[in-house]
């Protein structure tokens, strides 16, 4: 074979490699950075009541003078806004705070839900899996809609406590905290059982046999060998509920009360009720920030755990 | 040095440290283990072998408290240890899989049962330290499960097994997850810590190899049962039953009806032989009778006292001939003349005896039918039995064969080493013709597969002690294979 053949092969197979990385790149550029660009442009703009109800706009006909006054438009006058009124900050605490607090919810019903599933006889266990995420097949708003029906005060659960007499008066659950709660921790359950699952159904049954035959009881058993084998599985799971949950909107609006505090739904208020878009894009900017530090983290743990099995 | 032969299976007073009184264990409808009753001594190196599915692991698991018996007890150290959880247990267990825990370090594994234990932690790291050393993996002590080799795992997982200095060692196919060199060598290894820390070990394993390499005692199992139970010697040289003798190493099986033989060479033997009849004559004698030459009766009548016998030609036995003679010639019709397959007796040959190869010529009368005492008289061993095994197939002589087999289904097994093959006629009590089928070339010995004239397989093995240039036996030569009186075992089917 001549050198020039292989040469070109070897372009060739380049050429191949670049197009299919380019792919999922393309995609990032296109829908992840190009609008965050935009939202990021947004957030350093002024208000307007024009529309788009900001300014300044880029004017390219003004040429290099249009470039420079675009420019002198910009500042971060909303970021300083955000610190300025204690809603914001508070929003913020308020969302990280009902999504470590679901989060650890949603692990403490999840873990053991996950941990029967792993042990249930193998042919249980795809009836089971599929339990878990049938609810996916249905709208995320009608089953968060169907929540209100069931805590609202005439709604379900407080007519049957009352027809059992457990309680006189109806619960007030609906536009409470808890409300939110059981709204998170209900739609987030699946994303905390499956990484838990996957790891324990990976899990060697034989180690907790060493363990035993070593000398631990079955719980020692469970708390130094099965806890930290799943603890990738933990992790994972965490991850995917936290990180959705602080900037959860839905859940919040219809569940939540006046004084449940999330800023998602802040974001929400801002952008369609005071139609403020450039503080609104600010407080989406600052949100991402907070977010990028847990996602950076998860991808670590994920990256450590791909080593450790590897 | 001598050594005092390690045996105390033998020593009535000796107490068993492990012992299974009729245990049975029931999954269900399947019965794992079935009244099984076994005694296992301290100290030993005691191997269960079978196939998988013979109950092997199960007995394994109720030894380690993973199982209990249905029925019948265990008893270690003379105390039943049913009911007992594995925690509880003085048993340690090296698992297949190693199971060790993949988030401790090699260290950590090795401590992890001296942990549960709560002793305190310099005689821990003392510990951990010794085992470290004798299984020589101090410098991966720090290194986690996946970041050393197979061979490496093994040995943390001996080494855990081994740190809590348990009565009892179970090894659950310790070696099968390793090359076959590296097998080979912690097969000795084992040996050597066994020895160091005389533990008793149990080790369960399909592999017959190393079964034989490591144990003191082998259990052969089938079916839930222990068909038995001796050492490795005894286990391959004298198979209680055709199972133990195929499951262990290669064998020939030889399947026929069983006929007492005299226990002195028979008067008529003798004197169709003469006293002076040179001893091949009697390997010769029971040699195949397709061999032998297309006479009939009175023609070799005639030649009888003419002819004397040439110790290389093979010879018609009377029951062949009378076979032959009364019963396979009507219906198949003449034997063809076999003498020319003969090979050329050497000019040597020739120089001292210079006789014409033909069988000698039987008495019509003597050819009877069994259980007539026919064949064989001669310097061979008397008593024993001769097997009836093919048509047109000298019957073998088993001189190691019970008589009081007489007249029953009997198999006689025969390793293939035991069996020798060459061009030409062999000295040997009994010989087969056949054509090399197939070569299994293993470098260090050849099995050659041969096949009678009656189809039937039989196995030789040499030992390659030429270069494989000189070695003279190919495909589809004609060849001899012959065996010993003994070189046998017989067993009932």
Redesign the interface.
Known sequence: MSGDGLDTRHRGEALRKAVLIAVPYLWLVALFLVPFFIVLKISLSDIALARPPYMPQLDLSAGLAGLRDFFAGLDFENFVFLTEDSLYWKAYLSSLQIAAVSTIITLLVGYPIAYGMARAAPEWRPTLLMLVILPFWTSFLIRVYSWMGILSNEGTLNSVLLWLGVIDVPLQIMNTNIAVYIGVVYTYLPFMILPIYATLDKMDSSLLEAAEDLGCSRTEAFWLVTLPLSKGGIIAGCFLVFIPTIGEFVIPTLLGGSDTLMIGKVLWEEFFSNRDWPVASAVAVVLLMILIIPIVLFQRNEQKQREAEG | MAQTVFAPWEDPEEKPLIEFRNVTKRFGEFVAIDDLSLAIYSKEFFALLGPSGCGKTTMMRML???EDPSEGAILLDGRDISGV???RRA???M???Y?L???LSVWDNIA??LK??GQPKDKIAARVDEMLRLTRLNKFATR?P?QISGGQRQRVALA??LA?APKLLLLDEPLGALDRKLREETQFELMDIQEKTGTTFVIVTHDQEEAMTVASRVAVMDEGRIVQVATPSVIYEAPISVYVADFIGDVNLVRGTARARPETPSVAAEAVAGPTAPEPAAAAAVAPNLAAPEQTASERSAAEAALPVDPRAPQPNALGEWLHDKVLFPILGRRKPQQKLLPAPSPQERATSDRPQTAPPRDAAQAKPAPAHADDPDALAGGGIVIDWAEGQPPVIATNGDAALDGKPVVLALRPEKVSIGKAALDMPNTLRGKVIDIAYLGNISTYHVQLADGSMIKAQTANTRRLSRRDITWEDEVWVGFSATAGVVLEE
Do not use: D, L, T, Y
């Open positions: 380690a408290g993973f959880p594995p925690n048993v340690n267990m698992f297949q899989s199971a825990f993949p988030h992890f049962g549960r234990e986690k996946h855990r097994s809590k």
